[in-house]
T-cell receptor, first 111, second 114 residues
Framework: QKEVEQNSGPLSVPEGAIASLNCTYS??????FFWYRQYSGKSPELIMF????GDKEDGRFTAQLNKASQYVSLLIRDSQPSDSATYLC???????????FGTGTRLKVLA | DAGVIQSPRHEVTEMGQEVTLRCKPISGHDYLFWYRQTMMRGLELLIY????????DSGMPEDRFSAKMPNASFSTLKIQPSEPRDSAVYFCASSQTGGRQPQHFGDGTRLSIL
């Protein structure tokens, strides 16, 4: 079973701090990694995707990929209360085009 | 550009009735995915299509569920007969050719089976 694991949280951080969300995956051949944000009662919204080792930055968001250690992280700088949501990690394992989702990490940014 | 469009947004029906959920993918996207989300099981892939052809339906829970994609701009997910345990939010998503592209989700259909 190809799995993706996330800590369910909640992860609480004060406003303005850096929130660090982590995701590990079991299939070493995975090549595509995605982060989605989901507000309660809404659909998943794509935040970032990363294919190569290293960091990818977009505004306040940075995705970090370490294939050797099989983890992908999402950093949110200057966290805002509006960032409070569930963050879903998705991985496309080798030999398929379908996502395997983690169960999500609930983030709470405290004003 | 219009995103993925799903209808209806909400559906409440009685056990045993047929339910049909509809999805229009983003124009030009040739992958279409159907998901189900519940508190207990999270987000589960039910089936996905490539160029209107079902590729993997291993997530379809049982024969009561069926999905079709008659053309590039329309797909349906049908449940017949429906049961209370089918109550969930059903999402449709689409992605561009190349396979490992980001998926874009519709707003979902919240289904309640009484």
């Amino acid at each position: 079973q190809k799995e993706v694991e996330q800590n369910s949280g909640p992860l609480s951080v004060p406003e303005g701090a850096i929130a660090s969300l982590n995701c590990t995956y079991s299939d070493r051949g995975s090549q595509s990694f995605f982060w989605y944000r989901q507000y309660s009662g809404k659909s998943p919204e794509l935040i970032m995707f990363i294919y190569s080792n290293g960091d990818k930055e977009d505004g306040r968001f940075t995705a970090q990929l370490n294939k050797a250690s099989q983890y992908v992280s999402l950093l949110i700088r200057d966290s805002q209360p509006s960032d409070s949501a569930t963050y879903l990690c998705a991985v496309i394992p080798s030999g398929t085009y379908k996502y395997i989702f983690g169960t999500g990490t609930r983030l709470k940014v405290l004003a | 550009d219009a995103g993925v469009i799903q209808s209806p947004r909400h559906e409440v029906t009685e056990m045993g009735q047929e339910v049909t959920l509809r999805c229009k993918p983003i124009s030009g996207h040739d992958y279409l995915f159907w998901y189900r989300q519940t508190m207990m099981r999270g987000l589960e892939l039910l089936i996905y299509f490539n160029n209107n052809v079902p590729i993997d339906d291993s997530g379809m829970p049982e024969d009561r569920f069926s999905a079709k994609m008659p053309n590039a701009s329309f797909s349906t997910l049908k449940i017949q007969p429906s049961e209370p345990r089918d109550s969930a939010v059903y999402f449709c998503a689409s992605s561009q050719t190349g396979g490992r592209q980001p998926q874009h989700f519709g707003d979902g259909t919240r289904l309640s089976i009484l």
